[in-house]
């Protein structure tokens, strides 16, 4: 399949270890995050959300952290797996989950 | 449940020529949206439709795309004429009201 980005930041990490992607965001008044992950000649798929009064949210092998003092964002996967290489991009809205703004993504290669 | 699906999942056009690109969402979702995604970039929302009527298109470059969503089931975006720089994948994507987006495969847009 094509590929979603050829220039965008990498990180690498070998199967089983865990990984972080980060995210910064401008917009002081986003109140909703997502991360969403994209296969290659796929869409994007929803991971996890968070809202802004909380700080940290765990779903299955995912952790998103919230920093709303320094506007950052991250996504931590456990053990990472080889099905988990693809592009993951955050996004931010202003309470629901429509009107949704894409930060450029993080492509993720899992090494064995 | 089917997920949201879009044809054609390729296109090849000359620049000034025209292109259709048409989405059927998941059943039930009232609310459709369009996205622009540039190769190394996050998605632009183009356009967000609930049922029929438009919500917000004001990233939409109305002098050559339009789109409609005339039953408020499926829709179709196009581009009249076609400029080299409109060459990205054009993602649908559906979801109940303003809750959680759901993105079809895209439709790869290259203009020679």
């Known amino acids: 399949g094509e590929s979603v980005g050829l220039h965008l930041p990498t990180l690498s990490v070998q199967e089983g270890d865990n990984s972080i992607i980060n995210c910064a965001y401008s917009?002081?008044?986003?109140?909703?995050f997502i991360w969403y992950k994209q296969e290659s000649g796929k869409g994007p798929q929803f991971i996890i959300d968070?809202?802004?009064?909380?700080d940290k949210r765990q779903g299955q092998r995912v952790t998103v952290l919230l920093n709303k003092t320094v506007k950052h964002l991250s996504l931590q996967i456990a053990a990472t797996q080889p099905g988990d290489s693809a592009v993951y991009f955050c996004a931010e809205t202003g309470g629901t989950a429509s009107k949704l703004t894409f930060g450029t993504g993080t492509r993720l290669q899992v090494t064995l | 449940e089917a997920g949201v699906a879009q044809s054609p999942r390729y296109k090849i056009i000359e620049k000034r020529q025209s292109v259709a690109f048409w989405c059927n969402p998941i059943s039930g979702h009232a609310t459709l949206y369009w996205y622009q995604q540039i190769l190394g970039q996050g998605p632009k929302l183009l356009i967000q439709?609930?049922?029929?009527?438009?919500?917000?298109d004001s990233q939409l470059p109305k002098d050559r795309f339009s789109a409609e969503r005339l039953k408020g089931v499926d829709s179709t975006l196009k581009i009249q004429p076609a400029k080299l720089e409109d060459s990205a994948v054009y993602l649908c994507?559906?979801?109940?009201?303003?809750?959680?987006?759901?993105f079809g495969p895209g439709t790869r847009l290259t203009v020679l």
């Open positions: 439709f609930q049922n029929n009527g438009v919500v917000d």
């Open positions: 968070i809202r802004s009064n909380m």
């Open positions: 917009n002081s008044a986003s109140d909703y």
């Open positions: 994507a559906s979801s109940f009201y303003e809750n959680t987006q759901y």
